[in-house]
């Protein structure tokens, strides 16, 4: 009697991680959402390539920011009532964005979106982790899962509900949240409150460790890359329809599924961590680089955006797993400050290519992604002990 009750508890545990993880993969769908549609949006607000990726710029700054103090929030309210709190916020600014007339309205909607996600985002890995207790490596795996396949699904909806009106990928975000809102609130149990309360700048605080920092650093540089190809390389897709956007960004996220679940662990096991990072962060540079050749040569633009993806996947998972294994830190404080750093990269991206791209050339803004990503490299050179410590440490 007691194993069955025990059997039907796990079992209820892992359907309440499931569905946590479902509604992260929706989450994540976000990010690539409007990939699609930039184009679509830019010509029927009257929109420049600068003012359309300011869509990426808001709601990756709100992220950043507000993901510093979810910590605070989640240690006082619970882990559920958090995760509810960010898939209400994310179904009311979605909504409200495909309702826009403007794009400042717009950008304004994406930003409040932001909140939500942070809410959401930030809490969903702890959460999973405290219904499997004691298998925290098959949370992360199934985080991971999530993250991937939301970052390859979320252009690939975008394009098709793109078809119809740049609004419909909004709307259809609203929906799917709420329904992983109602999910939650009939399906999650309530998880207890941590004993230890988070202060409110303890995400700020956590910033004075010096790995911290310098990963975060190397995380920000990454980024800027990251968002300059995800946010501004659809412009170079000329001809392409939301749809066929879509399908590239699609092809794109699969292959960073696929690294980052499968391939990333293996290769570090085989090659070391510092050997294998280093390399993705090579060939990643030479993708954008193609990139910027591709605003002459039309068929390298979807080719160097697919083949990316795989790069990406790798430097996500490793630089992911040193952040989140920096001795000293409680986990979800760790995450929400390194989160900060690397979201603040990608908020500041997309403008600046967009900028770069109207005042100067559009292969120019690759090239400038190019030379930032380029000394994340230097930086992880010089802070190599960091990734040769994390791998003497997991050997011991």
Known sequence: ???????????????SAFIVAATCMIAFMGVGLVDPILKTIAA??????????????????????????????????????????????????????????????LIGFRAGWGVGNALFVSTALATIVSILVGNTEKAIMMYEAALGCGMAVGPLVGGILGSGSWRYPFFGVAVLMFCGFAALALLLPETEKPKKKVGFWEGVKALSNHKLRSVGLIALLYNFGFFTLLAYAPFLLVGYTELEVGFVFFGWGVLLA???IFVAPALEKKFTTYRTILTAFIFFIICLVLLGFGASVQILVPISIILAGFFQGIINTLLTTIAMEIPGLQRNVASSSY??????????????????????????????????????????????????????????
């Not at 992220?63 to 559920?80: D, Q």
Request: proline share 1%.
């Open 1 to 15: 009697m007691e194993n069955q009750i025990e059997i039907q508890e796990q079992t209820k545990g892992k359907n």
């Open 44 to 105: 029927q607000l009257n929109a420049t390539p600068a003012e359309t990726t300011l869509l990426f710029t808001s709601y990756m700054l709100v992220t950043g920011v507000v993901m510093l103090f979810t910590g605070f929030l989640s240690s006082r309210i619970g882990l559920k009532k958090t995760l509810m709190a960010g898939l209400l916020i994310i179904v009311v600014f979605s909504a409200l964005g495909g309702f826009s007339d403007t794009i400042g309205a």
């Open 258 to 260: 696929i690294a980052s």
């Open 339 to 396: 989160s900060f750093v690397r979201f603040f990269g990608g908020a500041l991206a997309p403008f600046i290519a967009g900028l770069i791209g109207e005042h100067v050339g559009e292969s120019y803004a690759f090239y400038f992604a190019g030379v930032i990503v380029l000394i994340s490299v230097i930086c992880i050179i010089y802070h190599r002990q960091y990734f040769i410590t994390n791998e003497v440490e997991g050997q011991e």
